[in-house]
DNA sequence: TCAAATTTTTAGACAAGCCTAAAAAATAAT
DNA sequence: ATTATTTTTTAGGCTTGTCTAAAAATTTGA
């Protein structure tokens, strides 16, 4: 159907325009995935001539109808086999991503509904990160981050923002994951850092890090 | 590591060096893999270049040692691949191949080991086909095939020569799949063809299709 | 054995996807 | 408002893997 260039693309401009709302520039897409400017204009006039996205020369693009629903089932492939990669084949969270960024390019719509089901048809992948459905709905989405919690308060971890291997890493040697109790003992307004205390354990923690932590 | 291709082209010629022996030629891996001879000749060269192959002019290629192992790590994930098409997602053995083939391209040893153990490191895959070990060895090879029982022999159904779809929809539609029990009431020593019971019922069988059953 | 048929290779072209370098447009700064 | 800077696009080129058409080598067969 489509190649895996263009569901790359594709993929990167949803997630840009999640982030940004108005149109995504080229430069920001380029910066996302890797690549020069002249590649991202490039593609980007064929992702138009197939009415995946609209572009305006030197105003950026954002996506179509169709568009959005392609990177949605690309995702929705993602965030599966990452399921499958931690819940299955006991990879730990921050060892998921490359693979399933490979994963996610097969193509079966009967695979995905088959994987779907042998999972349990998981509402959320390993990082917390929602699983839109088969017509490519999102469930809901975290708001909520542990830098919002003021001293005393107790938040359970359901997601992180970030999903860099080294951020994940920093996560598990603190013995952080999804359904982790965090109690913020103290916090510094100033810089926003905060001393928590996890799994019996006290840790210092920057704004930084304290944003990326979805809690509820 | 070696590109999609590439990987292609040696699990081609894998195979036709199984069927034939001697070199492979042009034509032959041309036809297999549905291209035009003059696309084999440019991409046996390259291999040539990287060692995977020895390839002589107007002599044909065979492997080697280096390329053989890439293509049996292909096959052995292809394989692997299969079983958990059909253990655990509840494919039918005439439906995994295709995803096979995407999936078989995926490159991650973990994976492949941690999918090994998932699966109980099993040793043939849905069509009674061997799957090799990490090192590139196959534990046996099937050589029995239907065709060689007698009037009154029975044998038990372990494999299949050939994977096409229709053939495999052809047992399907006859009850015929690994584990079956067939047992030869008749055969004609004209040409082969023989009458057989299986599952308890009556089934004439042409000498193409019983040569691509093996039993034990 | 030598012409005919077949197989294989070469030569040149093309699409996808990327790149560099330079030009054009948009934005920021004085 | 008019430079200066940044962003984006264009132009042209490269690699991979494919193709067609023609040339060369091999095999077949009379």
New interface residues.
């Given amino acids: 159907m489509y190649s895996l260039s263009e569901e790359n693309y594709l993929k990167a401009i949803f997630h840009l325009q999640e982030e940004s709302k108005d149109a995504v520039s080229t430069n920001a897409i380029a910066e996302r995935m890797d690549t020069k400017a002249s590649s991202v204009t490039d593609m980007v006039k064929k992702l138009s001539e197939k009415s995946l996205v609209v572009y305006i020369k030197y105003q950026g693009v954002h996506l179509t109808e169709e568009g959005r629903l392609v990177a949605v089932k690309v995702i929705r492939k993602h965030r599966l086999w990452e399921v499958f ?1 931690v819940d ?4 730990s969270w921050d ?1 998921v991503h ?2 399933a960024e ?2 996610e390019h ?3 719509e ?2 995905i509904d ?2 779907d089901t ?1 999972l349990g048809q998981p509402k959320f992948d390993p990082h917390g990160d929602p699983i839109p459905d088969k017509q490519g709905n999102f469930s809901q989405t975290h708001n909520k981050v542990l830098s919002d919690l003021r001293v005393t308060n107790i938040g359970i971890c359901v997601g992180v923002k970030e999903s860099e291997e080294e951020f994940l890493q920093y996560l598990s040697r603190h013995d952080i994951g999804i359904g982790s109790q965090i109690t913020v003992l103290n916090k510094e307004e100033y810089d926003g850092s905060m001393l928590v205390e996890i799994a019996g354990k006290e840790l210092f923690i920057s704004v930084e890090i304290a944003n990326n932590i979805y809690i509820n």
Same sequence: chains 1, 2.
């Fill in positions: 990669l299955k084949l006991n990879f060892q490359d693979i490979q994963l097969i193509q079966s009967k695979l088959k994987l042998f």
